[in-house]
């Protein structure tokens, strides 16, 4: 982007003005442990939900990825035949409750630290994560009712 566009974006609009000189700023690298600018609530904020903003979001954000892996390889694996013995059923049982209240974690510290909630929630990937752990609580509801625990179950896969 030429220097000229940056200059006319600034004057459009000068909020964009400060989200791409964070983006140009130095100490917004991968050099820092921790994000550096704004409030408690920026930089936790920043930390959780940009991988960029530090050495340690990048390393939050790389356990993130494994952990939604290893969470959908759990539900996949689970299914199979070859799996269903009592002895796997607590590692089931304790994994996917590991990875539901982490994802719920992560969701409610993203949520609580944006400066806009309404914006939060509607955004697509934000709705998709909320969707990734809603139905393990929903199940949990209607435990006593077999089918509707392992269609929300299904759900979660998709």
């Known amino acids: 982007m030429s220097e000229n566009n940056f200059v006319e974006m600034s004057q459009i609009n000068p909020q964009k003005e400060l989200l791409l000189s964070k983006s140009v700023d130095s100490s917004w690298s991968l050099t820092t442990y921790f994000p550096q600018h704004g409030t408690l609530k920026e930089r936790t904020n920043a930390f959780f939900d940009?991988?960029?903003?530090?050495?340690?979001?990048l390393m939050f954000a790389i356990w993130m990825f494994l952990l939604i892996l290893f969470?959908?390889?759990c539900l996949v694996l689970e299914?199979?035949?070859?799996y269903k013995h009592e002895d796997d059923d607590k590692f089931w049982?304790?994994?996917e409750k590991f990875c539901v209240a982490w994802f719920t974690f992560e969701y409610c510290i993203r949520m609580i630290t944006t400066e806009?909630?309404?914006?939060?929630?509607?955004?697509?990937?934000?709705i998709i994560d909320f969707l990734s752990f809603a139905p393990?609580?929903?199940?949990?509801?209607?435990?006593?009712?077999?089918?509707?625990a392992s269609f929300f179950r299904t759900l979660r896969i998709l």
Not at 136 to 148: C, E, K, N, P, Q
């Open 93 to 95: 049982d304790y994994s």
């Open 71 to 73: 969470s959908v390889i």
């Open 79 to 82: 299914t199979l035949p070859a």
């Open 116 to 126: 806009n909630i309404g914006s939060f929630i509607i955004r697509p990937i934000n």
């Open 136 to 148: 393990y609580y929903i199940g949990l509801i209607f435990s006593r009712d077999v089918g509707a």
């Open 50 to 57: 940009d991988a960029r903003s530090s050495i340690l979001s």
